[in-house]
């Protein structure tokens, strides 16, 4: 586990880069490094496990072929140019990752033993340790250090080299570029969101640096105009957060200030957002910085899996954050709140393209309702379909008389199509937005508008039902003149189901974030509720496994 506000890189740099600046690291003739490390990369080769001076290579093949393909000559021979990789492995931190995965203790002692010794060894170990903390660095910045595979079963998104690079060239042209960071940052294209991940990320370390936000004792409800003897924790616990400015006067009683201060920290918290500071509240205030420093990191290792499929115009949906947003080079420019899958019906996590939305849409009932909600419903009350406006088909789609059949004996998987007509009782309003994939999954409307009203709001059986659909389908259509709210919602009064292309598809991006960033980029924690974040957690805090994507 990180220790919040460290900077472990500096120290090293300062050992390590201070005795490279007095001295050539190639003591021992360049020949016989050469040659060792040929000697060492062959050893690498035919042990099957891979170490360097007893510690572990992730980077598996590559390393002794990279060697190999430049004859085994070493890459790390110019003192400023391990400085410079030194520097760059110390920013790990700032990305919520762990630098101690990059060996900088051992190549420190390392790196001292071989400036005191012309031992060719000790020179070649050190070349090759250098270059997999390189590996090491530049996978996890490209790909995240955890594979998102591992992590949700049905994840689909890019994950693989660009056209025409493979990680030995990669490796290569990294090693020969004039800056290492310049390489990366052409590497990389990080969003805007990203960097301010990152400028949270740094503030919630010196708060814990600083020691953090105080506990709040428990106690009754409060409620504005309340005395209390908390008051004085809780207006500390709010200014540290910064959630109440801290020329706010202090008064004896749960006044105007805290409470807005309170209201702030609940927008914040994805609670109600009343300003009363009951139990959940108070937990919530109590969380302590370091598992919020967790969240972010975690974040920040989520947006590194999805790199290549925010360019361009995306919709995202945060499964967490109950929310559903538009975004043009990882910059939202609009978002509305969603009611997304109850726990047990999880809002699967995948990538779609939305390619048509439907107006006035049926609704063919999926088993899984069918089986859990809709035949017990029926079973009690054979007029629930009338009143609900859902047709009984057979396999070939003719319409049968449901007062003619048996529910009581259909087992759970009846012959039959269940389907719900337009209308203003349609579990999908009035518009569909249309995304092929396997899980039966889609963003809709829907006729239970007071749901979005709910801070929590994991009630549907895993698709996305949005706040204000005609909105986003003034967006997706892109034809303002053609298609805006005044010609929807005259198209949605006719009452006939009618399907419309989009003119270009839009990438649908279902994600899980539980940190994130609201309209003003003040950070937003949110409840884990699907039990994402221990697994995900206990992946980045482990051992370093480079699982590179097929070419």
Not at 38 to 64: H, K, M, N
Not at 105 to 114: E, Y
Not at 180 to 188: D, V
Not at 493 to 500: H, M
Request: proline residues 8%.
């Amino acid at each position: 586990m990180q220790r919040a506000g460290r900077q472990p890189g500096a120290v090293l740099l300062l050992l390590l880069g201070a005795a490279l600046a007095r001295d050539a690291l190639a003591a021992p003739p360049a020949a016989a490094v050469q040659q060792q490390i040929a000697i060492q990369t062959s050893q690498l080769r035919a042990s099957g496990g891979l170490y360097v001076q007893g510690l572990a290579l992730a980077s598996g093949s590559l390393l002794p072929d990279f060697y190999a393909a430049r004859s085994y000559v070493p890459v790390w021979t110019k003192p400023a140019r391990i400085d410079e990789l030194l520097k760059l492995l110390a920013t790990a931190e700032a990305h919520g990752l762990d630098s101690s995965d990059y060996y900088l203790p051992q190549i420190t002692a390392l790196g001292q033993r071989a400036l005191r010794s012309d031992d060719p060894a000790l020179a070649a170990s050190l070349d090759l340790l250098l270059t997999e903390s390189l590996i090491r660095f530049g996978y996890h910045q490209r790909f995240g250090k955890v594979n998102p595979q591992r992590m949700e079963p049905a994840w689909n998104f890019t994950r693989q080299f660009r056209p025409g690079q493979d990680p030995l060239g990669t490796l290569a042209a990294a090693v020969e570029a004039p800056s290492l960071a310049g390489f990366l940052g052409q590497w990389l294209d990080r969003a805007p969101l990203y960097r301010t991940l990152q400028d949270r990320l740094a503030e919630y370390r010196s708060l814990a640096a600083a020691g953090g936000w105080p506990e709040l004792p428990e106690g009754p409800t409060l409620r504005p105009g309340d005395a209390d003897p908390r008051l004085e924790v809780l207006r500390e616990r709010l200014t540290v957060s910064g959630d109440l400015p801290r020329d706010t006067l202090a008064t004896d009683v749960y006044d105007d200030d805290l409470v807005a201060g309170v209201r702030r920290f609940q927008e914040r918290h994805n609670l109600a957002a009343d300003g009363v500071l009951g139990n959940r509240t108070r937990e919530a205030m109590n969380v302590p910085v370091s598992a919020r420093i967790d969240q972010l990191r975690l974040s920040l290792e989520r947006a590194r899996w999805v790199l290549e499929d925010t360019a361009g115009e995306v919709i995202v949906v945060n499964v967490a954050g109950y929310e559903v947003f538009a975004a043009r080079n990882g910059a939202p420019f609009w978002r509305r709140r969603a009611v997304v899958g109850k726990q047990t019906r999880e809002t699967p996590i995948f990538k779609g393209s939305m390619t048509y939305i439907d107006l006035n849409p049926t609704w063919t009932v999926p088993p899984t309702i069918l089986r859990e909600d809709l035949l017990p419903k029926l079973r009690r009350d054979p007029g629930y379909l009338g009143r609900e406006n859902i047709s009984v088909l057979d396999r070939s789609g003719r319409a049968l008389n449901p007062a003619t059949i048996d529910w009581q004996a259909v087992g759970n998987r009846p012959p039959y199509v269940f389907r719900q007509e337009p209308g203003p009782r349609n579990a999908l309003g009035r518009i569909k937005f249309m995304l092929p994939n396997s899980h039966s999954v889609y963003l809709h409307d829907t006729p239970s508008r007071n749901l979005f009203e709910q801070p929590e709001r994991n009630f549907s059986s895993g698709c996305i039902r949005v706040e204000d659909p005609l909105s986003l389908a003034e967006i997706v259509l892109g034809d303002p003149v053609r298609w805006n709210r005044d010609t929807l919602e005259a198209a949605i009064a006719e009452g006939k189901t009618r399907t419309v292309r989009l003119p270009k598809p839009w990438p649908v991006l279902i994600l899980y974030w539980t940190a994130e960033l609201d309209g003003e980029g003040r950070v937003r924690f949110l409840p884990d509720r699907y039990r994402r974040d221990p697994a995900l957690l206990q992946a980045l805090n482990g051992a370093v496994v480079i699982d590179f994507p097929p070419l």
